[in-house]
């Protein structure tokens, strides 16, 4: 009962409200791979997969997520056998899962949240800004979104361009901003220039810059740097890239890490696999934060369950709909004085407008068993 009986497989293209610059190139729309597990007997699900369209942040890349879902994933799935036959692709597994288990509580009336066991009903927005022309810009843009009721901003740093535009940051909001930068990797712990720049930011000397944790300074296979850095500063370190599965988790503890984690469902695999790291984490008395992937609708309905998740005590990335999109394929997110409302409603408690989501399908196709 209320097993999928065929797979939609969609390719969607919304353009940003603004220019997202990662890393040398300046994305002006997101491009993602959506999963719709279309079921006889019940409602259907849905999930999105939140790699990109280039393979800089994860592995893992939009076009190759919709081939491994098309040719191995999804017919396996159908044919009942494990995802796990088939190693990594995390984010296409992950995108498969949700949408499978949305359709399953939908079913059942359970929310999303409810069975991840979130606490809260509601979370604190958390704005990413990414690298700009200018501090001056930089500065701008922070108080702009300051000054609509958030009190939580990520900065994107990198060598050349940290401490001078974080410290402009925060003599421009003030004290009572939560202030966390991430470095994506960019940084090399035998360099011994990072290591004094990363030194300066997670320094509580003054001009104290007060953030509440330095995420991803180096390469995701750097544990050993990541944890001696983690010991050296006084700012919480927190892992990002660098945990793709609790076994990575477990190697990181294993070395001594003590700091904070990055939850981002799609990177660690699927739902069950985040749950099992959240739960890891409490354990060791680490702090959480929910990651976001420029998701539309669909994706920050599962953030806003995840970051209500207890434990999770660092800002999150999540802001409303509009921060990223003009028009989302879902009923859009409003903050409410810098926080979100976490959906309760069946499954996900959120799903795409139908006429919206066909005008921005670039690609389509659906799988049936045996085909």
């Given at each position: 009962?209320?097993?999928?009986?065929?797979?939609?497989?969609?390719?969607?293209?919304?353009?940003?409200?603004?220019?997202?610059?990662?890393g040398h190139a300046t994305r002006t729309h997101r491009e993602v791979?959506?999963?719709?597990?279309?079921?006889?007997?019940?409602?259907?699900?849905?999930?999105?997969?939140?790699?990109?369209?280039?393979?800089?942040?994860?592995?893992?890349?939009?076009?190759?997520?919709?081939?491994?879902?098309?040719?191995?994933?999804?017919?396996?799935?159908?044919?009942?056998?494990?995802?796990?036959?088939?190693?990594?692709?995390?984010?296409?597994?992950?995108?498969?899962?949700?949408?499978?288990?949305?359709?399953?509580?939908?079913?059942?009336?359970?929310?999303?949240?409810?069975?991840?066991?979130?606490?809260?009903?509601?979370?604190?927005?958390?704005?990413?800004?990414?690298?700009?022309?200018?501090?001056?810009?930089?500065?701008?843009?922070?108080?702009?979104?300051?000054?609509?009721?958030?009190?939580?901003?990520?900065?994107?740093?990198?060598?050349?361009?940290?401490?001078?535009?974080?410290?402009?940051?925060?003599?421009?909001?003030?004290?009572?901003?939560?202030?966390?930068?991430?470095?994506?990797?960019?940084?090399?712990?035998?360099?011994?220039?990072?290591?004094?720049?990363?030194?300066?930011?997670?320094?509580?000397?003054?001009?104290?810059?007060?953030?509440?944790?330095?995420?991803?300074?180096?390469?995701?296979?750097?544990?050993?740097?990541?944890?001696?850095?983690?010991?050296?500063?006084?700012?919480?370190?927190?892992?990002?890239?660098?945990?793709?599965?609790?076994?990575?988790?477990?190697?990181?503890?294993?070395?001594?890490?003590?700091?904070?984690?990055?939850?981002?469902?799609?990177?660690?695999?699927?739902?069950l696999e985040a749950h099992r790291i959240h739960q890891r984490s409490?354990?060791?008395?680490?702090?959480?934060?929910?990651?976001?992937?420029?998701?539309?609708?669909?994706?920050?309905?599962?953030?806003?369950a995840v970051a209500a998740l207890p434990g999770c005590t660092l800002?999150?990335?999540?802001?409303?709909?509009?921060?990223?999109?003009?028009?989302?394929?879902?009923?859009?997110?409003?903050?409410?004085?810098?926080?979100?409302?976490?959906?309760?409603?069946?499954?996900?408690?959120?799903?795409?407008?139908?006429?919206?989501?066909?005008?921005?399908?670039?690609?389509?196709?659906?799988?049936?068993?045996?085909?």
């Amino acid at each position: 009962m209320h097993e999928p009986e065929a797979i939609e497989l969609r390719v969607v293209r919304l353009p940003l409200v603004t220019p997202f610059r990662s890393g040398h190139a300046t994305r002006t729309h997101r491009e993602v791979v959506v999963v719709r597990a279309l079921v006889a007997d019940g409602p259907d699900g849905w999930g999105e997969c939140v790699a990109e369209v280039e393979p800089t942040y994860w592995p893992e890349y939009t076009a190759g997520a919709l081939h491994v879902l098309q040719h191995h994933l999804v017919p396996r799935v159908l044919a009942g056998a494990p995802l796990q036959e088939v190693r990594g692709h995390h984010m296409a597994k992950a995108a498969l899962e949700v949408a499978l288990l949305d359709a399953r509580l939908r079913a059942e009336g359970r929310s999303v949240a409810d069975f991840l066991g979130a606490d809260r009903t509601e979370v604190s927005t958390g704005i990413a800004l990414g690298i700009t022309e200018t501090v001056e810009e930089l500065v701008d843009t922070a108080l702009v979104w300051c000054r609509q009721g958030h009190r939580a901003l990520k900065l994107k740093v990198t060598p050349g361009w940290d401490a001078v535009p974080a410290r402009a940051v925060r003599a421009a909001v003030g004290p009572d901003v939560a202030l966390l930068v991430d470095a994506n990797g960019t940084y090399r712990s035998d360099f011994p220039g990072h290591l004094a720049a990363l030194a300066s930011l997670g320094s509580l000397a003054a001009p104290p810059l007060a953030l509440v944790a330095i995420e991803q300074p180096f390469p995701p296979d750097d544990l050993v740097g990541h944890v001696a850095l983690a010991q050296q500063i006084d700012v919480p370190v927190c892992l990002d890239e660098s945990i793709g599965s609790l076994a990575d988790l477990d190697t990181a503890l294993g070395l001594g890490f003590r700091g904070a984690v990055n939850l981002k469902v799609g990177r660690v695999g699927g739902l069950l696999e985040a749950h099992r790291i959240h739960q890891r984490s409490q354990d060791e008395g680490l702090d959480l934060r929910a990651g976001g992937m420029l998701e539309t609708g669909l994706g920050r309905a599962l953030n806003l369950a995840v970051a209500a998740l207890p434990g999770c005590t660092l800002p999150p990335d999540l802001g409303p709909s509009t921060r990223y999109f003009a028009r989302d394929i879902t009923p859009p997110f409003h903050d409410r004085d810098g926080t979100l409302t976490v959906p309760r409603g069946p499954g996900l408690g959120v799903e795409p407008i139908e006429e919206v989501l066909d005008e921005v399908t670039e690609n389509q196709l659906i799988l049936r068993a045996g085909e």
